[in-house]
């Protein structure tokens, strides 16, 4: 059989979780990390990163709304979806994930969002004619009260949901990785590191996507890009970085040294099936790579323009070595018989409804999502100031 | 009051949670079935509905009280534990009307494989042939009686 190397039980050739399953987690991870930066402005007053602060919520809001999707697709009656939330089981992780998906969408992400541009969306409706008019004037939910103490108000709640958001964001994330921590028939996924790893990789990539985003609309725009608040940002990727790294090393060197009955065939897998994914893009160039440069920048001092390169680039390099990531969990998790006994092969198809060109567009809708989100709440910290000022 | 005035825009904010609660709430009186829950996380009418299933398997007390012939021959070898059904597919429609309904004939060739296939899962002790091999693709018949492999037909295995 072609792709099977040595013995594989029937239901094992063909693998079950396909590349959306992959961008599940990669997506979900995007929102926490984006919330978790955002939460830093707020929550912790570092007045640096405050020019990300709404691109990240928005960002956050984007990817969040995309996060069931990949499900959605891999379902075989999606329209039965709905019935997690009507009939949900208490034993069901993925029927308590969707209640967690839904506060974190409306009591946090999207209230928070409200109220931060709770002034603009205002000014807006005032401002604005026509069809945009209406849509402001509906999200205003009919009241146009922006006076002092109502400002002061909509700061404390909203100081007060962030903290809120922040646990709320562990959960939401800790959630996908205990959905795959807790499969106790599967070695390579039954760990209870995974939601840990898990939250600590989103925050890399939600920190990382959020800085990559920044830097690029700012070019595109033409503006100057804020070097106090990338250094920043960079400087908390660099950190979270460490600790995500050090706790997936854990896990390693805790497998190595337990080394149980699945060890020998694991470690085989990860030297043939995985090198590539796993060695090669993970570990080398998605965080040794940024580690080193981020690792030069906080102890060289570097020019301008060679850490905005730097950081691009170990930006870039860091989501594409944290969706290898989710891409080792996910398909590695499948590519071994329970036999310990052979492998099968992940072939990915291309025009199907789980195929690469799905995978793709699901992976830029996000992206166009933020787009419109940007156009309809600017999140430039040069526009907050003009209304603000007008406002005034 | 007016802290409730300058806070007015949150209880809207909170009517919408409401408003889309009750929402939700309908929708879930309409489409969650009455007898959901009943007996356990499941529709309790849909044990009725099984039940009310007509059946499709006779059962081997049912093939034996007239096949005696083949319970004789099946008893003493190694399908003696081997349902009827289990090869000849649900047949009760022919207990019920034999003349009228027949079943089909088996090809062995097929058959048998799908229990006696080599495959590495299998305890070792298990039966197991490569067909290929085995036969060239000769129906098992051939050589054996499947009501008691172990016997010989035809005087070669």
């Known amino acids: 059989m072609s792709g099977v190397e040595g013995f594989m039980y029937p239901n094992e050739i063909e693998l079950h979780w396909s590349v959306l399953i992959v961008l599940y987690p990669y997506i979900t991870g995007l929102v926490a990390g984006a919330f978790i930066l955002a939460s830093l402005e707020r929550v912790f007053n570092v007045e640096a990163v ?48 969707g209640y ?31 069809m945009t008019r209406w849509i402001y004037t509906i999200m ?53 590191l995974m939601p840990v790893v898990f939250i600590f990789s989103a925050m ?42 050090s706790l997936e090393m854990l896990d390693l060197i805790h497998r190595i040294y337990e080394a149980d009955e699945s060890f020998r065939s694991l470690d085989f897998m990860v030297h043939s099936k995985l090198f590539f994914s796993q060695i090669v893009l993970q570990i080398g160039l998605g965080t040794l790579v940024p580690l080193i440069l981020l690792g030069l920048t906080q102890v060289a001092k570097l020019p301008e323009l060679a850490r905005k390169r730097i950081y691009s680039f170990a930006g870039a390099l860091t989501l594409i070595g944290i969706f290898a990531m989710r891409w080792n969990v996910v398909i590695g998790g499948q590519l071994f018989s329970k036999s310990f006994l052979g492998y099968t092969t992940y072939k990915m198809s291309l025009v199907t409804k789980e ?38 | 009051m007016s802290v409730f005035k ?6 809207r904010f909170a009517g919408l949670f409401v408003l889309a609660f009750i929402v939700f709430w309908a929708i879930r009186g309409y489409v969650v079935p009455k007898s959901f829950g009943q007996y356990g996380h499941y529709r309790g009418n849909a044990i009725g509905e099984i039940a009310a299933r007509s059946v499709h ?73 490569s067909a290929e091999e085995h036969s060239t693709g000769l129906p098992c018949e051939t050589c054996h009686q499947p009501h008691s492999p172990a016997m010989v037909a035809g005087g070669a295995k």
């Open chain 1, 355 to 392: 195929g690469l060109i799905v995978a793709v567009g699901l992976t830029l809708l996000p992206l166009g999502i933020l787009w419109v989100l940007v156009k309809l709440l600017p999140p430039w910290p040069e526009d907050h100031a003009t209304q603000g000022a007008a406002a005034d």
């Open chain 2, 6 to 11: 300058d806070a007015g825009h949150l209880f």
């Open chain 1, 140 to 192: 205003t939910l009919g009241s146009s009260n922006i006076s002092k103490r109502s400002l002061h108000i909509d700061e404390r709640v909203g100081w007060v949901v962030t903290l809120v958001g922040i646990p709320s964001a562990f959960l939401l994330h800790g959630y996908v990785g205990f959905i795959f921590g807790s499969i106790k028939a599967n070695p390579w996924w039954s760990s209870p």
């Open chain 1, 100 to 130: 967690v998906y839904l506060w974190y969408l409306m009591a946090v992400l999207v209230f928070e969002i409200w109220l931060d541009y709770r002034r603009d969306i205002v000014l807006l409706s005032q401002k604005t004619k026509g």
């Open chain 1, 50 to 97: 405050k020019p990300t602060y709404r691109l990240a919520l928005l960002t956050a809001l984007s990817f969040l709304l995309v996060a069931p999707l990949p499900l959605q697709l891999h379902l075989g009656h999606p329209e039965r979806s709905p019935e997690m939330y009507f009939t949900p089981h208490s034993t069901s992780a993925m029927a308590m994930f």
């Open chain 2, 57 to 129: 398997f006779a059962g081997h007390d049912t093939c034996e009280t007239c096949h005696t012939d083949v319970l004789d021959v099946k008893k003493n070898g190694k399908h003696a534990h081997v349902n009827c059904e289990a090869c000849h597919g649900a047949l009760a429609k022919h207990a019920d009307d034999p003349a009228s309904v027949t079943p089909p004939k088996l090809d062995t060739a097929v058959l048998c494989v799908r229990c006696h296939a080599t495959t590495a899962a299998k305890p070792k002790g298990f039966p197991q042939v």
């Open chain 1, 204 to 245: 890399v990539s939600g920190i990382a996507g959020v800085m990559v985003i920044y830097m690029a609309t700012t070019k595109l725009r033409g503006r100057k890009i804020d070097m106090r608040c990338v250094d920043t940002i960079a400087m908390y990727l660099f950190y979270t970085f460490i600790i995500d790294f």
